[in-house]
Nanobody, 128 residues
Framework: QVQLAQSGGGLVPPGGSLKLSCAVS????????IGWFRQAPGKEREGISC????????FYMNSVKGRFTLSIDNAKNTVFLQLNSLKPEHTAVYYC?????????????????????WGKGTLVTVSS
């Protein structure tokens, strides 16, 4: 089990950018998959982007390709999500999560089938 501490988020105007951080403690990330999820009001949680250090796979949902970027600083055990060209429909609570030994696409698309460690979430509001 690992602990995930999120930071970043807030209010940003349409077209703006934001960088979310997720500091992981309790274990090195070598055998983990790390992912970013979001839950908009009235909607189900969905996987945005995931990356697996165990099988070196990455995944982005189609609607965020070229707009959002996941990166991992293994030395600092920290995962980032860079959000660019934001739109009001990107308003949501964003969560990071970690799970051992899982493929990135499986983590993002089938997360409900696996026990994962979650951050507390951070609200991103895109509005003028």
């Amino acid at each position: 089990q690992v602990q995930l501490a999120q930071s970043g988020g807030g209010l940003v105007p349409p077209g703006g950018s934001l960088k979310l951080s997720c500091a992981v403690s309790g274990s090195a990330l070598d055998s983990y998959a790390i992912g970013w999820f979001r839950q908009a009001p009235g909607k189900e949680r969905e996987g945005i982007s995931c990356a697996s250090n165990s099988d070196k796979s990455t995944f982005y949902m189609n609607s965020v390709k070229g707009r959002f970027t996941l990166s991992i600083d293994n030395a600092k055990n920290t995962v980032f999500l860079q959000l660019n060209s934001l739109k009001p429909e990107h308003t949501a609570v964003y969560y990071c999560a970690a799970v051992r030994l899982l493929n990135a696409q499986v983590m993002c698309e089938e997360y409900s089938n696996y026990a994962m460690d979650w951050g507390k979430g951070t609200l991103v509001t895109v509005s003028s």
